[in-house]
């Protein structure tokens, strides 16, 4: 049972904007997260110069523009989370598998270099399984 | 324990609506090791990681869902929060409780059910007779230790050989697909590492990891169960899987096809069933 941290901001979204900057001033750029990183394989950035692709996240974490390089990167983000351990700054306070989501949410939201891939079905596919399955008193009770 | 201690919700996420089944099992399972669970999920329960495309609708379905967990917590003393799925968990772990007031703890499924060992052990009295390769990935382990948490679970089963798949990026299937090339490597690795091993079943962890390899059931004569359905099983409990039967082949009945609008189902649901397996 884990006991959930207290609240920081009034919402998520003011949460996520303060632990942008937060994050991204305790990132010294090392590289070590991007060198952890097993998705950096899977889009051909293993001979990349690790502390650029961080300079990228921080920039990206801040709102700026970051690295072709670097945008790809938090973009091939799956949650591995070997970045949190290999970060040689987690003791003060930086989580590096969060730094990545919110550097990749400033790609997509502000600097607009990753591209929106938004399916409207969604939520109506996932409905439709749950009406092809589930029993009256399930659908009242469980949604 | 003081009262009120056993009473949890399930909270089993969006997509775990594919797979009626495991809710079910899942619900049962907290029963048998003496947990009363109120199960719920679905859009009105998102936890919102899927829209980092929208912040303000992520952020305000955050605050919806912490909201009535807070509701259930002070309302019916479940202060307790069981999830199922890692985003979720991680989601709310990371950014829904800094953002808003909780009123309640979280654990996963596999950390309750192992915690209560003992309990779990004597349920299971039913032998597995079946080689086992656990499908598995290295995300999620910041939050719990869920490899080595479900090999807890699947050991206590009499007759059932587990063997430790491969760990792949990522927390679970759906993570890497965004990366062309990362899900068929991912498949090909674990049914490679079944094949070698002479296994004769996968498991999977997760739901999307089982929505994925479910079209590989009966490949190399191995077939696909999640662990949830090994503990069902080893309980005497029928573990159906409607979902990977459509998977490879089989279509639902007509009358829960009409039941979820003919329309919509044709639109929606079977051009995913139909779709080709991760290794093709």
Same mark, same amino acid.
């Given at each position: ?7 920081? +901001?009034?919402? +998520? ?8 900057? $937060? ?5 010294t ?13 899977h889009?051909g950035?293993?001979?990349?110069? @690790? ?7 921080r920039?990206?974490?801040?709102? $700026?523009?970051? +690295? ?16 949190? @351990?290999?970060?040689?700054e987690r +003791?003060?306070?930086?989580d ?5 989501r ?42 | ?14 997509n775990?609506l ?15 090791v ?6 719920v ?51 709310m ?21 192992s915690?209560?060992?003992a ?39 009499s ?14 299937c ?17 049914w490679?590492?079944a ?8 498991c ?8 994925e ?18 503990v ?16 490879t ?9 009409e ?11 079977e051009?995913?069933l139909?779709?080709?397996s991760?290794?093709?």
């Amino acid at each position: 049972m884990s006991k959930l941290q207290p609240a920081r +901001s009034d919402t +998520s979204e003011a949460f996520l904007a303060q632990a942008g900057l $937060e994050l991204a001033a305790l990132c010294t750029a090392c590289g070590a997260c991007f060198d952890a990183c097993p998705m950096v394989d899977h889009i051909g950035l293993r001979d990349f110069d @690790s502390r650029a692709a961080t300079v990228g996240l921080r920039q990206l974490a801040k709102g $700026e523009t970051g +690295s072709l390089e670097a945008v790809a990167w938090v973009g091939a983000c799956a949650k591995s989370g070997l970045c949190v @351990s290999a970060c040689p700054e987690r +003791s003060s306070g930086l989580d590096a598998m969060l730094l990545v989501r919110i550097a990749k949410q400033h790609a997509l939201n502000d600097t607009h270099q990753l591209s929106v891939k938004h399916d409207p079905t969604y939520f109506p596919r996932i409905k439709t399984f749950a009406r092809l399955q589930l029993t009256d008193e399930e659908l009242a009770k469980w949604l | 324990m003081a009262v009120g201690d056993d009473r949890v919700t399930f909270w089993f996420g969006c997509n775990m609506l594919r797979h009626a089944e495991m809710i079910r099992l899942s619900i049962m399972l907290l029963e048998r090791v003496g947990y009363d669970a109120s199960a719920v999920g679905g859009p009105a329960y998102c936890c919102g990681t899927a829209h980092d495309h929208e912040p303000r609708a992520a952020s305000n379905m955050a605050a919806r869902t912490v909201d009535r967990f807070n509701e259930r917590a002070t309302r019916d003393g479940r202060n307790k929060v069981i999830t199922w799925c890692p985003s979720c968990h991680m989601h709310m772990s990371d950014i829904m409780a800094p953002g808003n007031a909780t009123h309640f703890d979280i654990a996963h499924l596999s950390e309750i059910l192992s915690d209560r060992g003992a309990q779990l052990t004597s349920a299971m009295s039913v032998p597995v007779k079946r080689r086992v390769l656990l499908h598995r990935h290295v995300g999620f382990a910041t939050h719990v230790a869920i490899n080595s948490r479900v090999v807890d679970v699947l050991s206590r089963i009499s007759g059932l050989e587990l063997i430790e798949g491969p760990a792949h990026p990522g927390h679970m299937c759906s993570s890497v697909a965004v990366v062309p090339g990362a899900l068929a490597a991912t498949a090909r690795g674990t049914w490679s590492a079944a094949a070698e091993n002479r296994c004769d079943t996968v498991c999977t962890i997760f739901h999307s990891c089982h929505r994925e390899l479910a079209a590989l059931d009966g490949k190399e004569n191995i077939r696909i169960r999640n662990w949830v359905h090994l503990v069902a099983e080893a309980m005497g409990i029928e573990a159906s899987d409607a979902y990977r039967d459509w998977r490879t082949g089989e279509a639902p009945d007509i009358a829960a096809i009409e039941r979820a609008e003919e329309r919509r189902y044709r639109q929606l649901v079977e051009p995913e069933l139909r779709r080709p397996s991760p290794l093709r």
